[in-house]
């Protein structure tokens, strides 16, 4: 079992930055593909960014591209989300979750551990 905890979320105003973590628990993190989605208010949850196991491999929403970066420490257990230039439109409950295989990443369906999300709120 992996649990899931989210941090860094905030209220910031457009253009600027924040960074997102997620500590995750137990030996086996190093073993799962890690992702970051997201929901809006009356929106569904939706993909922003993946990295495999190993952090060789990233994939990213298209509204991600450029302004968002994922990462991960094996070392520390913990995977993050760089996201610069920051639209109001990014505003959203920001989730980690954790995905046995390396499979379809950008589908929600395929991760087997969710955190509780972190709000992030972006003034225009």
């Known amino acids: 079992q992996v649990q899931l905890v989210e941090s860094g979320g905030g209220l910031v105003q457009a253009g600027g930055s924040l960074r997102l973590s997620c500590a995750a628990s137990g030996r086996t993190f190093p073993s799962y593909a890690m992702g970051w989605f997201r929901q809006a208010p009356g929106k569904e949850r939706e993909f922003v960014a993946a990295?495999?196991?190993?952090?060789?491999?990233?994939y990213y929403a298209d509204s991600a591209k450029g302004r968002f970066t994922i990462s991960r420490d094996n070392a520390k257990n913990t995977v993050y989300l760089q996201m610069n230039s920051l639209k109001p439109e990014d505003t959203a409950v920001y989730y980690c979750?954790?995905?046995?295989?390396?499979?379809?990443?950008?589908?929600?369906?395929?991760?087997?551990?969710w955190g509780q999300g972190t709000q992030v709120t972006v003034s225009s």
């Open positions: 990295i495999t196991s190993s952090g060789a491999i990233s």
């Open positions: 979750a954790a995905a046995r295989l390396v499979y379809e990443l950008t589908r929600r369906n395929n991760y087997d551990y």
